[in-house]
């Protein structure tokens, strides 16, 4: 394939979810090329068996390996709380994920009740469950599946009606259990923060994970085979594998807020 970023970081999602953590990424290293593959046509992973979403996060993996890629962020939750040991395990790359921010949720709290709003299968993970026990044992958490919320997004639906009715049932029971901290365990999430902060009210945090990718991203840059120096801006390129690569192309650029036309490519695999 032509005009494909060499040595750049790639990072990919379900969706246009990821999206977010790109932004962080690239607030933290303007200059690194970046590849951001948007798995849309396979979205919601959430409510997917495992080992479909393992299989998918494989496949997009090699693929950006192949580019080469210097890193591979995985963007998604869910996928990360899955699939991250059989990547790590298929190259010596870093291979960067995510996890719902319950530490410094249970740091935080005053009121003593924080509250997960996640996938069905990021909800239901042992990692999840790991880090209530590590990290939360301590306060009350309300942990929250929202299925239906990642599709709202990958349509453009920030703060429909639809939307904030899902919102607003999701919310109720962290509302009524005395929650001042809201975990966003989904990077699709991160598009309807504002929406989720008018709901929940001023007197709750909502936290979400985009700028501590870009923190560990820093951590482990001495893996990196080394950051790009010099002034220069690093590139953009964008697959996704939606049916109607014309209106997720349009999403992602509103997402993005940059015109994307004629910029996001077939995903091929
Ligand atoms: N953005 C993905 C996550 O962080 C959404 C997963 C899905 O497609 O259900 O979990």
Same mark, same amino acid.
């Given at each position: 394939?032509?005009?494909?970023?060499?040595?750049?970081?790639?990072?990919?999602?379900?969706?246009?979810?990821?999206?977010?953590?790109?932004?962080?990424?690239?607030?933290?290293?303007?200059?690194?090329?970046?590849?951001?593959?948007? #798995?849309?046509?396979?979205?919601?992973?959430?409510?997917? *068996?495992?080992?479909?979403?393992?299989?998918?996060?494989?496949?997009?993996?090699?693929?950006?390996?192949?580019?080469?890629?210097?890193?591979?962020?995985? @963007?998604?939750?869910?996928?990360?709380?899955? %699939?991250?040991?059989?990547?790590?395990?298929?190259?010596?790359?870093?291979?960067?994920?995510?996890? =719902?921010?319950?530490? =410094?949720?249970?740091? @935080?709290? $005053?009121?003593?009740?924080?509250?997960?709003?996640?996938?069905?299968?990021?909800?239901?993970? +042992?990692?999840?469950?790991?880090?209530?026990?590590?990290?939360?044992?301590?306060?009350?958490?309300?942990?929250?599946?929202? *299925?239906?919320?990642?599709?709202?997004?990958?349509?453009?639906?920030?703060?429909?009606? +639809?939307?904030?009715?899902?919102?607003?049932?999701?919310?109720?029971? &962290?509302? #009524?259990?005395?929650?001042?901290?809201?975990?966003?365990?989904?990077?699709?999430?991160?598009?309807?923060?504002?929406?989720?902060?008018?709901?929940?009210? =001023?007197?709750?945090?909502?936290?979400?994970?985009?700028?501590?990718?870009? $923190?560990?991203?820093?951590? $482990?840059?001495? &893996?990196?085979?080394?950051?790009?120096?010099?002034? %220069?801006?690093?590139?953009?390129?964008?697959?996704?594998?939606?049916?109607?690569?014309?209106?997720?192309?349009?999403?992602?650029?509103?997402?993005?807020?940059? #015109?994307?036309?004629?910029?996001?490519? =077939?995903? *091929?695999?």
């Amino acid at each position: 394939m032509t005009g494909v970023l060499r040595g750049a970081i790639g990072v990919f999602d379900s969706g246009v979810g990821g999206l977010s953590t790109l932004r962080a990424i690239h607030e933290a290293y303007p200059h690194e090329h970046l590849i951001y593959v948007a #798995d849309s046509g396979h979205a919601p992973y959430g409510d997917q *068996p495992a080992g479909a979403i393992i299989e998918r996060a494989q496949r997009i993996t090699q693929f950006l390996l192949d580019q080469p890629c210097k890193a591979v962020v995985v @963007a998604c939750n869910t996928a990360s709380v899955l %699939a991250l040991p059989t990547l790590r395990a298929m190259t010596t790359t870093p291979i960067i994920g995510m996890e =719902p921010a319950i530490k =410094p949720a249970a740091q @935080a709290t $005053r009121s003593g009740v924080i509250g997960v709003l996640a996938t069905q299968r990021t909800i239901g993970s +042992e990692s999840v469950q790991r880090l209530v026990a590590h990290y939360a044992s301590h306060v009350k958490v309300v942990l929250q599946a929202c *299925p239906g919320l990642v599709e709202q997004v990958e349509a453009g639906h920030l703060d429909t009606p +639809e939307t904030v009715r899902l919102l607003r049932a999701y919310l109720s029971p &962290l509302c #009524d259990a005395g929650v001042d901290q809201v975990v966003l365990g989904c990077t699709h999430y991160y598009f309807l923060r504002e929406t989720i902060a008018r709901l929940v009210g =001023p007197s709750v945090n909502v936290l979400e994970p985009a700028q501590a990718i870009a $923190r560990q991203l820093g951590a $482990r840059s001495h &893996l990196l085979s080394g950051l790009r120096e010099g002034d %220069a801006q690093g590139g953009f390129s964008f697959f996704s594998s939606a049916r109607n690569l014309d209106v997720a192309g349009d999403v992602m650029a509103r997402l993005w807020g940059m #015109d994307l036309t004629g910029q996001v490519r =077939p995903l *091929p695999v």
